[in-house]
């Protein structure tokens, strides 16, 4: 599948190499059992830099380091060494607070589960993670989004009841509202059918912020043909 993605990069710039989201240096270890002497290495010396309206590819065999990388990029886990920048502020090694803060204004997250709330239906799920925007999106905004993604008669829904492909645009949603400055997504495409994938896709390009920077990782061949940029990690360093 081919799609006509506009590779504009003249969004105003965020840091000093005028990238929404930087990875310098970044290494990762893990220690099994505690054990000094048994070290896994996870993650070497990756630097990655995605420039506003750029949709990056993160590609590799399993156990390379793609999730790893894609936790550090959030926030959600801090390196061994390296930082991660976003919108020209640091957010690794920052305190949990400001690490939240940042994700919560800056970053949508796109997880290969759901990660929706089952007590909540897919409207609450978005006007939720609206409400960690800046400014907080209000709820109407929330329900034209739903509209566009294609799930308007699904926004009372539980997401118990949602299949496959409902339940990865509802995700989508979740991570695209408020117009993140930056996307990440971890196998979007994983547990659904070929023809729900190009569906998704579509509206991953189509749907997330013109002068957003977005990083996917993936399997699959046609997410990787539709990035304007491919990254291959093996055994945790980017080739």
């Not at 005028?18 to 505690?34: C, K, P, T």
């Not at 896994?40 to 793609?66: F, I």
């Not at 089952?118 to 939720?128: F, I, P, Q, R, T």
């Amino acid at each position: 599948m081919t799609l006509d993605i506009e590779r504009s990069a003249d969004v105003g710039a965020v840091s000093a190499t005028g990238a929404v989201l930087e990875a310098r240096g970044l290494h990762r270890f893990y220690r099994r059992g505690g054990r000094l002497d048994n070290e896994v290495v996870a993650l070497r010396d990756v630097h990655l830099a995605v420039q506003p309206g750029e949709l990056v590819a993160v590609v590799g065999p399993s156990g390379s380091g793609k999730s790893t990388l894609l936790g550090l990029l959030a926030g959600l886990d801090d390196p061994s060494g390296g930082s991660v920048w976003v919108a020209g502020e640091r957010l690794s090694h920052s305190s949990p607070a400001e690490q939240a803060r940042l994700r919560g204004r800056h970053i949508g997250v796109l997880t290969q589960t759901s990660g929706l709330m089952d007590h909540l239906d897919v409207l609450g799920n978005v006007v939720l993670a609206g409400s960690f925007r800046h400014p907080r999106v209000p709820s109407w905004q929330a329900a034209e989004l739903l509209d566009r993604l294609g799930l308007a008669h699904r926004a009372h829904a539980r997401p118990s009841t949602l299949s496959g492909g409902e339940t990865a645009r509802a995700s989508l949603a979740v991570a695209l509202v408020g117009d993140p400055l930056v996307l990440l997504a971890d196998e979007p495409t994983a547990e659904v059918s070929r023809a729900e994938e190009a569906a998704i896709l579509r509206l991953l390009v189509e749907q997330r912020p013109a002068g957003s920077g977005t990083v996917v990782v993936t399997h699959s061949a046609a997410v990787a043909r539709a990035a304007h940029r491919v990254v291959t990690l093996t055994a945790g360093a980017a080739a």
